[in-house]
Nanobody, 114 residues
């Protein structure tokens, strides 16, 4: 069973930074497109950023210039560096692995509040 595992969430003040990690085992990680999504209370899950097997990154307009997605295939890990955080970034952040099958992590809570 493939299970991505997110970590790095927490409580941060507006303007602060966090780095999320998502690790997966028992897979050839380099063959998967990876993505970060988020879901705020009462809202649908939405795309934050994706990175392809060729390391091509794509971002939602709401996070461009503030968030950076990257991957380390040697560590089977994808990262999301989040800077200049805003209260509206508060959500549960999920990692998604895509190839023929799609796998989701359990999520990690990010709360931006003073």
């Amino acid at each position: 069973q493939v299970q991505p595992v997110e970590s790095g969430g927490g409580l941060v003040q507006p303007g602060g930074s966090l780095r999320l990690s998502c690790a997966a085992s028992r897979v050839t990680f380099s063959l998967y497109d990876m993505g970060w999504y988020r879901q705020a209370p009462g809202k649908q899950r939405e795309l934050v950023a994706t990175i392809t097997t060729s390391h091509i990154a794509n971002y939602d307009d709401s996070v461009k210039g503030r968030f950076t997605i990257s991957r380390d295939n040697a560590k089977n890990t994808v990262y999301l560096q989040m800077n200049s955080l805003k209260p509206e970034d508060t959500a549960v952040y999920y990692c998604k692995m895509s190839r023929v099958m799609v796998y989701w992590g359990q999520g990690t809570q990010v709360t931006v509040s003073s």
